[in-house]
């Protein structure tokens, strides 16, 4: 079992930036991918970024390449997301996942495990 906490997220103004973060507990935190989603309202979970197990391989979602960047602190059992950038159009519920693989995954039925979101909101 894994427990993950998502904070860092908030309301900011278009072009801002945000960090969220994803705190894990259970099992060794370095056996998953992690993976990063958001869901806006009356939409489906898409998903954002995924990182592998070591930090060295991360893919993105087109919509968000160049501005967001997933890393992973294995001492710290954390994961990161750094939104640059930001538009009303990154208004989402942003969850953390952990993938049943350890490689870079960006497929939401592979994820085991979720945390329970923080709400991201940005202002035109």
């Known amino acids: 079992q894994v427990e993950l906490v998502e904070s860092g997220g908030g309301l900011v103004q278009a072009g801002g930036s945000l960090r969220l973060s994803c705190a894990a507990s259970?099992?060794?935190?370095?056996?998953?991918?992690m993976g990063w989603f958001r869901q806006a309202p009356g939409k489906q979970r898409e998903f954002v970024a995924t990182?592998?197990?070591?930090?060295?391989?991360?893919y993105y979602a087109d919509s968000v390449k160049g501005r967001f960047t997933i890393s992973r602190d294995n001492t710290k059992n954390t994961v990161y997301l750094q939104m640059n950038i930001l538009s009303p159009e990154d208004t989402a519920v942003y969850y953390c996942?952990?993938?049943?693989?350890?490689?870079?995954?960006?497929?939401?039925?592979?994820?085991?495990?979720w945390g329970q979101g923080t709400q991201v909101t940005v202002s035109s």
């Open positions: 259970g099992r060794t935190f370095s056996d998953y991918a």
């Open positions: 990182i592998d197990w070591s930090g060295g391989n991360t």
């Open positions: 996942a952990a993938s049943g693989l350890s490689s870079i995954d960006p497929y939401r039925g592979n994820y085991l495990y």
